[in-house]
């Protein structure tokens, strides 16, 4: 009796595990709801076009999953059985990009549609390096090998706008609905081939307010390493992914506690534990998701400048106390961070002379004349300063009043700032520096006007 119970829930157990689809799932609109009024008319078209020349052709990828779960989505991929050389001659604005693997970027005004050829399965046609990292990959193949080479399920959808069907190879839309991120195939040998799937399984996570599926998520710690061997340029372009994931706090977080930021943010140690640098990065990173959600962009230097700014002001304030001056404080503080930050992840030079920009900028603030400020509204990166003075005012790190004077005269115009200008009385706080210069001897000169002649 007991045996016959076991041997009923064990095979219960096993009718229920789950197994790889037999064949996709065809998902109508009443299953998927998406909404096709929010699809990209550029990749519809694109689409449309490779249809009517007798190709298979659907939209993949991140817009899929976005438009799912109500999100919207940052860009749109189309996929296709035509070859990158069969896509580019279809459209008047196309261009073949990509050396590892071959795309098509088809351009429609501001909007480009990358459109790529369904690839192949074949692990033959892979050349891969001693850790099994794919150095290169090249075969084309059918849409059930395209999905099987993505990374999640939930990434592995394809959405036909034509008849506004979904297919789904492997259980993406459920693991979407659940919120659950999980690997397509054996998780170590995905990460092996690419270890930047480690830091995007969190990524969606976090993005998603997902779980991360256990067998996805086992591997993480063990591979962590290898993220040292992939490309530096790779690891950054993923970084700025990270900090607009629209969760970035959340993001960052996870990252931490799976040990993998070592690669990315060392400076995550001391900002995630020191309440100070926390406050500001999670002050100031909630505003950058707000920006995200509401599609408007951010720029990888304003990012990068924010996260790394913790440290740049509490060496500021260290190189200051050692007596130096405020611009030679900042300008050592500023270097020891990016060198800090440069021997795990580089930060690209033109984005270093930004972060550099507003960071000094910071500095003048304090203590600028009047004079002096014509010169500074035309810095390129005056709006982007400001606007970093108005995170440091919400940590009180700077006053408040003195941070919304700058913000009204970046909004001014021309007038106004003149206007602006002639009312504002010198600096006098101490804030993070010394006392600003007494202003002007003009009262001196107004007596000697007044004084008589001397004949
Ligand atoms: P988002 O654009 O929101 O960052 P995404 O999912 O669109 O997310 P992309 O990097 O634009 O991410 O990639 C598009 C699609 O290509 C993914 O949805 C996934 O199907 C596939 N893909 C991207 N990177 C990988 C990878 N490293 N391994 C396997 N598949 C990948
Ligand atoms: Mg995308």
């Given at each position: 009796m007991l045996t016959q119970t076991i041997r009923n829930f064990v095979s219960r157990l096993f009718s229920t595990a789950p197994s790889a689809p037999k064949g996709p799932q065809r998902l109508g609109v009443d299953q998927h709801?998406?909404?096709?009024?929010?699809?990209s008319r550029h990749a519809i078209k694109v689409c449309e076009v490779l249809q009517d020349r007798g190709y298979e052709a659907y939209i993949v990828g991140g817009a899929v999953r976005d438009l799912i779960v109500g999100l919207e989505p940052k860009d749109f991929d189309v996929a296709t059985n035509a070859t990158p050389e069969q896509i580019r001659s279809l459209f008047r604005r196309a261009r073949i990009i990509g050396r590892r693997f071959k795309l098509v970027h088809v351009v429609f005004g501001r909007e480009i549609i990358e459109t790529s050829t369904f690839r192949a399965?074949?692990?033959?046609?892979e050349i891969v390096d001693a850790?099994?990292?794919?150095?290169q990959d090249n075969d084309y193949g059918e849409l059930k090998d395209d999905a099987l080479r993505r990374d999640f399920t939930l990434n592995a959808l394809y959405y036909?706008?034509?008849?506004e069907t979904v297919i789904d190879y492997h259980n993406g839309v459920q693991d979407l609905k659940n919120r659950v991120v999980r690997i397509i195939g054996d998780a170590n040998t995905r990460y092996r081939e690419d270890p930047v799937r480690m830091l995007r399984a969190i990524r969606f996570a976090a993005k998603l307010d997902a779980s991360i599926d256990p067998a996805t998520h086992a591997p993480i710690a063990q591979l962590a390493?290898?993220?040292?061997?992939?490309p530096e340029s790779r690891l950054f372009d993923e970084s700025i992914k990270l900090l607009s994931c629209g969760n970035a706090l959340a993001c960052l977080k996870l990252i931490h506690q799976e040990g993998l930021?070592?690669?990315?943010?060392?400076?995550l140690d001391e900002i995630l534990v020191e309440p100070e640098q926390l406050q500001f990065i999670d002050q100031a990173l909630a505003r950058s998701d707000s920006r995200v959600r509401t599609g408007r962009t951010l720029s990888p230097s304003f990012l990068f400048a924010v996260l790394l700014w913790p440290m740049v002001h509490k060496k500021w304030l260290a190189y200051q106390s050692q007596g130096q001056p405020l611009a030679q404080a900042i300008a050592a503080a500023s270097d020891d961070a990016l060198d800090d930050q440069g021997r795990a992840m580089p930060i690209q030079k033109r984005f270093q002379a930004d972060m550099r920009e507003i960071w000094f900028t910071q500095a003048r603030f304090d203590r600028i004349n009047n004079r002096a400020i014509w010169r500074m509204l035309e810095q390129p990166r005056f709006r982007a300063s400001v606007d970093f003075l108005q995170l440091r005012a919400a940590v009180r790190e700077v006053d408040s009043v003195e941070a919304q004077w700058w913000m009204d005269l970046a909004n001014a115009d021309t007038d106004q700032r003149a206007m602006l200008i002639s009312e504002r009385t010198p600096p006098t706080r101490t804030g993070t520096g010394k006392?600003?210069?007494?202003?002007?001897r003009r009262p001196q000169r107004a007596n000697a006007q007044q004084a008589p002649k001397h004949e």
């Amino acid at each position: 009796m007991l045996t016959q119970t076991i041997r009923n829930f064990v095979s219960r157990l096993f009718s229920t595990a789950p197994s790889a689809p037999k064949g996709p799932q065809r998902l109508g609109v009443d299953q998927h709801h998406i909404d096709r009024r929010l699809v990209s008319r550029h990749a519809i078209k694109v689409c449309e076009v490779l249809q009517d020349r007798g190709y298979e052709a659907y939209i993949v990828g991140g817009a899929v999953r976005d438009l799912i779960v109500g999100l919207e989505p940052k860009d749109f991929d189309v996929a296709t059985n035509a070859t990158p050389e069969q896509i580019r001659s279809l459209f008047r604005r196309a261009r073949i990009i990509g050396r590892r693997f071959k795309l098509v970027h088809v351009v429609f005004g501001r909007e480009i549609i990358e459109t790529s050829t369904f690839r192949a399965d074949a692990k033959e046609s892979e050349i891969v390096d001693a850790h099994g990292r794919i150095l290169q990959d090249n075969d084309y193949g059918e849409l059930k090998d395209d999905a099987l080479r993505r990374d999640f399920t939930l990434n592995a959808l394809y959405y036909d706008p034509t008849t506004e069907t979904v297919i789904d190879y492997h259980n993406g839309v459920q693991d979407l609905k659940n919120r659950v991120v999980r690997i397509i195939g054996d998780a170590n040998t995905r990460y092996r081939e690419d270890p930047v799937r480690m830091l995007r399984a969190i990524r969606f996570a976090a993005k998603l307010d997902a779980s991360i599926d256990p067998a996805t998520h086992a591997p993480i710690a063990q591979l962590a390493d290898l993220l040292q061997n992939v490309p530096e340029s790779r690891l950054f372009d993923e970084s700025i992914k990270l900090l607009s994931c629209g969760n970035a706090l959340a993001c960052l977080k996870l990252i931490h506690q799976e040990g993998l930021h070592s690669y990315l943010f060392p400076l995550l140690d001391e900002i995630l534990v020191e309440p100070e640098q926390l406050q500001f990065i999670d002050q100031a990173l909630a505003r950058s998701d707000s920006r995200v959600r509401t599609g408007r962009t951010l720029s990888p230097s304003f990012l990068f400048a924010v996260l790394l700014w913790p440290m740049v002001h509490k060496k500021w304030l260290a190189y200051q106390s050692q007596g130096q001056p405020l611009a030679q404080a900042i300008a050592a503080a500023s270097d020891d961070a990016l060198d800090d930050q440069g021997r795990a992840m580089p930060i690209q030079k033109r984005f270093q002379a930004d972060m550099r920009e507003i960071w000094f900028t910071q500095a003048r603030f304090d203590r600028i004349n009047n004079r002096a400020i014509w010169r500074m509204l035309e810095q390129p990166r005056f709006r982007a300063s400001v606007d970093f003075l108005q995170l440091r005012a919400a940590v009180r790190e700077v006053d408040s009043v003195e941070a919304q004077w700058w913000m009204d005269l970046a909004n001014a115009d021309t007038d106004q700032r003149a206007m602006l200008i002639s009312e504002r009385t010198p600096p006098t706080r101490t804030g993070t520096g010394k006392r600003p210069r007494r202003r002007t001897r003009r009262p001196q000169r107004a007596n000697a006007q007044q004084a008589p002649k001397h004949e």
